[in-house]
Antibody, heavy 118, light 110 residues
Framework: QVQLVQSGAEVKKPGASVKVSCRASGYTFINYDFNWVRQATGQGLEWMGWMSPKTGDTGYGQKFQGRVTMTRNTSINTAYMELSSLTSEDTAVYYC???????????WGRGTLVTVSS | QSVLTQPPSASGTPGQRVTISCSGSGSNVGSKFVSWYQQLPGTAPKLLIHSNHQRPAGVPDRFSGSKSGTSASLAISGLQSEDEAVYSCASWDGTLNGWVFGGGTKLTVL
């Protein structure tokens, strides 16, 4: 079955960067796009961007332009999301999620808690 | 605040039918598909409805989705205690060029 296994919780200081990984299994990695979505405690879901694992093409939400980078390693079926210049406002659970190219988000990872604190 | 508008809360008694609304605009709900997600406490979202009204395999037919103009709705019939969760709608926005979500509706089964 489809599995998206994310890396463990992180604690970062303001100004630092964080890189979250998402290892996929149970399907052909390059056939589905990845999206990254975050959720602060008690808040709604916030889309950050998408990446095609087939081409490496990306599209980032306006709020995150210049601060987020999404990449992949097709040899190990893993997608990555790196967010820089962290502030306390970036404290949230970060989800990777897959969907068909140009289609809706279907499957989600369990999330990675990123805490930004001095 | 969220681009798509949902009521913050909804409630119903077991067996009842409840409806949750999702309001958007012409650049998202009005012209693109709507999907719905269920998020049980402390867990990741789970896809309930895609393409406005399609249920993935394994989702009970108690859950149904509809769309009219710039609004969409999720209906849950035969309400059960295990339906207590947060429900969020989502749609692609052609102006923002990204996915937009509703703020989520917390459903309480009384």
């Amino acid at each position: 079955q489809v599995q998206l296994v994310q890396s463990g919780a992180e604690v970062k200081k303001p100004g630092a960067s964080v890189k979250v990984s998402c290892r996929a299994s149970g399907y052909t990695f390059i056939n589905y796009d990845f999206n990254w979505v975050r959720q602060a405690t008690g808040q709604g879901l916030e889309w950050m961007g998408w990446m095609s694992p087939k081409t490496g093409d990306t599209g980032y939400g306006q709020k995150f332009q210049g601060r987020v980078t999404m990449t992949r390693n097709t040899s190990i079926n893993t997608a990555y999301m790196e967010l820089s210049s962290l502030t306390s406002e970036d404290t949230a659970v970060y989800y990777c999620a897959r969907g068909p190219p140009g289609g809706e988000i279907h499957d989600w990872g369990r999330g990675t808690l990123v805490t930004v604190s001095s | 605040q969220s681009v798509l508008t949902q009521p913050p809360s909804a409630s119903g008694t077991p067996g009842q039918r409840v409806t949750i609304s999702c309001s958007g605009s012409g650049s998202n709900v009005g012209s693109k598909f709507v999907s719905w997600y269920q998020q049980l406490p402390g867990t990741a979202p789970k896809l309930l409805i895609h393409s406005n009204h399609q249920r993935p395999a394994g989702v009970p037919d108690r859950f149904s989705g509809s769309k009219s103009g710039t609004s969409a709705s999720l209906a849950i019939s035969g309400l059960q205690s295990e339906d207590e969760a947060v429900y969020s709608c989502a749609s692609w926005d052609g102006t923002l060029n990204g996915w937009v979500f509703g703020g989520g509706t917390k459903l309480t089964v009384l």
